[in-house]
């Protein structure tokens, strides 16, 4: 039996990375040591940065991707413009030779 006023370690299963310690209950995390919180709000602390800094980074790449695309569409929109020109151009001359060779 514990001294009143002791506080008991966290129990060994209750350890590990990505541990999520909104599950455990409060009445278990009062009885764990101030070290003992302490040392897992700076491994929450420290996940979270990685989980930001990992976020951010997808976003960079999401965001360099999209600017491809874009850029990608911008580039075929002329292409396309282009070739409607060009196609035009075709029907208009086609349209002159019909008639010139209805004359």
């Known amino acids: ?3 009143k006023g ?3 370690p966290p129990p060994k299963g209750a350890e590990g990375p990505g541990e999520d310690v ?5 009445e278990e ?8 919180l302490v040392r897992r709000l700076r491994r929450a602390e420290t996940e979270k940065r ?5 976020h951010g980074n997808l976003m960079r ?3 360099r991707r999209l600017q491809q695309h874009l ?3 911008r580039g075929l929109k002329d292409v396309n413009q282009k070739l409607q020109e060009d196609n035009q151009e075709l029907r208009d001359l086609c349209c002159f030779l019909d008639d010139d060779r209805q004359k």
């Open 71 to 73: 850029n990608e569409i």
């Open 22 to 26: 909104a599950k455990i209950p409060d």
């Open 50 to 54: 990685g989980v930001i800094v990992e």
């Open 1 to 3: 039996m514990m001294e």
């Open 61 to 63: 790449e999401v965001n």
């Open 6 to 8: 002791a506080q008991q």
């Open 29 to 36: 995390l009062l009885r764990w040591s101030k070290e003992e």
